[in-house]
């Protein structure tokens, strides 16, 4: 019997040694997407937005699958959790911009998923095919301005992203207090938006996230590549657009 055992054990292992870790994490990867387009949304005033573009429209810069998986499971968790936070109570009531406004007063469940929710939902018009290059127009003024140059701010954003402990946001934003652009970085889902204590307030210009499930099925855990191809998919006429409108007030 134990020398059964001890055989069996043996084999399974072997076999176990045969399957490449890459092919276990697909297999997880498409239980974890099949699972998550069957699971409805829990009722709530919140909606996951469509993609602006197909799966693939971003690559070879940010893959498809790592797309359909971010999109259809992660930010569609944050939606359903979000709804089932606010049902029932007064900030059910509330919109997104009042909702993140006063998220000192929400509860922990709000915060991590109204961020969740607001911060890809923004990811997704930061990004666009055929992107990349550099800004026109008053953003590239503004950029030259106040960071010197469109390579210093390039440089103090990539730090921003790559210096961010664990997993969080990299922004571009028009401070609040002195309406210039400034490059900040947020923990978890929090965002400029929030009412929070030690948060660099401000409106969002360009967002990054820089979770690992932003990346690793292409990278794994090279967080500084992911951002690399990042700056080829920009969408610098949105982002003008949002400083233009900022600027207005």
Sequence with gaps: MIKRDFLKTGLLTALGALVSPALLAAAHDEKLLREARATPIADGPFTLPALPYAFNALEPHIDAR?????????????????????????????????????????????????????????????????????????????????????????????????????????????????GKLAVTSTPNQDNPLMDLPGNQRGLPIIGLDVWEHAYYLKHQNKRPDYIKNFWNVINWPEAGRLYDAAKKG
């Design 66 to 178: 790592t797309m359909e998986i971010h999109h259809d499971a992660h930010h569609k968790g944050y939606v359903s959790k979000l709804n089932a936070a606010v049902m029932g109570t007064p900030a059910e009531k509330l919109s997104m911009a009042d909702l993140l406004a006063s998220m000192s007063k929400q509860s922990e469940a709000v915060r991590n998923n109204a961020g969740g929710h607001w911060n890809h939902s923004f990811f997704w018009l930061t990004m666009t095919p055929k992107g990349g290059g550099q800004p026109t127009g008053t953003l590239k003024t503004a950029i030259d301005k106040d960071f010197g140059s469109f390579d210093k701010f390039s440089e103090e954003f990539t730090k921003a992203a790559s210096s961010r402990f664990g997993s969080g946001w990299a922004w571009l934003i028009v401070d609040k207090k002195t």
